[in-house]
Nanobody
Framework: QVQLVESGGGLVQAGGSLRLSCVAS??????????MGWHRQTPGKQRELVAS???????VYRDSVKGRFTISRDNTKNTVYLQMNSLKPEDTAVYFC????????????WGQGTQVTVSS
């Protein structure tokens, strides 16, 4: 079955950087056929989409991270990345990788999440 495994979270000071990775396995055709996304969630709040990248490479970001975060994908490694720069305390959350597979329109697969904590 499809598995998504995130890594790269941790504790960082405000203004610092982190790079999250998400490795997918169990996908016959690879992530080439999937739209991929990074979401985040804090206690008591709904999970929110941070950034996504389509099969064609089109990227979308939520306004609060534009200019600071960059999502990218390496289909040869079945890996998606989230480069996070100029981190702020409000970026503190559990970050989840997700995949949208055919037929598209729903985030079908989720990773277990990785904690990102930004201290002020």
């Amino acid at each position: 079955q499809v598995q998504l495994v995130e890594s790269g979270g941790g504790l960082v000071q405000a203004g610092g950087s982190l790079r999250l990775s998400c490795v997918a396995s169990g996908i016959i055709w690879g992530i080439n056929v999937m739209d991929m996304g990074w979401h985040r969630q804090t206690p008591g709040k709904q999970r929110e989409l941070v950034a996504s990248v389509t099969r064609a490479g089109t990227t979308v970001y939520r306004d609060s991270v534009k200019g600071r975060f960059t999502i990218s994908r390496d289909n040869t490694k079945n890996t998606v990345y989230l480069q996070m720069n100029s981190l702020k305390p409000e970026d503190t959350a559990v970050y989840f990788c997700a995949a949208d597979s055919p037929p598209y329109g729903t985030w079908n697969y989720w990773g277990q999440g990785t904690q990102v904590t930004v201290s002020s």
